[in-house]
């Protein structure tokens, strides 16, 4: 059952066609329920939706359902940088059940004063072999021209940063399917890594959701739908877990109580 956990989420509630919305998630939210936010692929749906995820209005939002069991946070550090320490210490005191680990940080060499500017072995470092071939000798020239300038103001090398949860969300996916009796899991991703566990939990006759954004789930997993997995697209939940100044309540509907919520 749905209780708003704040008052500013029973003033969204209370919308007509956001309570239909939230009849529809409870309707989904059947049993014991654990919830897996794998937030490095939930963040930059930001850039489709033109709104942001609020980690805090998030839980906020979760604790509203009292069949919730566990609320688990993927997220890594950037150990020694103050912003990212304070991130996960803010997360902790939400109350999520954080998992964390450094953030791998690969140094790449940009260094093209040995590279013909026709040659395509440095960009090759970056852009994929099948797309670089469809490159004509101008556009390679020109992207080379673009290292040979980045060299020449004193760069020659760029960061890349790593830190992907795929197999410590599916291992305790599993384990809480073998030990803790989970009956519902509510995945927060579009990764296409997860398809063997999902296909694992639907065969065991388990409900398995995936909260996403149109545009932004694996064709892996959206051919999981026939096999009784349930896509529901977040932009119908965007007032109750948005930035708070993103809010922006629409007047009481009138509209069909079962187009409340939308599958992708």
Not at 68 to 92: A, C, R, T, W
Not at 134 to 145: Q, S
Not at 181 to 206: E, N, P, R, Y
Request: charged share 30%.
């Amino acid at each position: 059952m749905f209780k708003p956990k704040t008052e500013k989420i029973k003033q969204i509630h209370d919308n007509d066609l956001n309570k239909n919305i939230i009849k529809k998630v409870e309707s989904l939210f059947h049993g014991k329920t654990n919830v897996y936010i794998d937030f490095a692929n939930v963040r930059p749906w930001s850039d489709k939706l033109k709104w942001h995820v609020s980690p805090q209005r998030l839980k906020q939002f979760l604790d509203s359902f009292d069949n919730i069991n566990s609320v688990k946070f993927y997220q890594g550090e950037l150990i020694g940088n103050d912003f990212s320490k304070n991130e996960i210490k803010e997360l902790k005191e939400c109350k999520y059940d954080v998992r964390t680990k450094p953030v791998k940080i690969m140094k790449l060499s940009i260094n093209a004063s040995s590279v013909s500017s026709q040659s395509p072995n440095l960009l090759s470092k970056f852009i994929r072999k099948s797309l670089l071939r469809k490159y004509d000798i101008e556009t390679v020239e020109y992207l080379n021209g673009k290292f040979t300038a980045m060299n020449q103001n004193g760069i020659f090398e760029i960061e890349d940063r790593k830190c992907n949860f795929d197999v410590e969300i599916a291992t305790d996916m599993r384990v809480d399917h073998i030990k803790n009796d989970i009956d519902t899991f509510v995945l927060w991703s579009g990764d296409s890594d997860f398809a063997d566990t999902i296909k694992t939990l639907l065969k065991d006759k388990k409900s398995v959701l995936l909260f996403a954004t149109a545009g932004r789930v694996a064709s892996e997993l959206s051919e999981l739908v026939s096999k009784g997995l349930f896509i529901f697209d977040i932009r119908d939940l965007r007032d109750f877990i948005c930035w708070r100044k993103e809010i922006k309540l629409s007047p009481k509907s009138t509209k069909d109580p079962n187009k409340g919520a939308s599958q992708l």
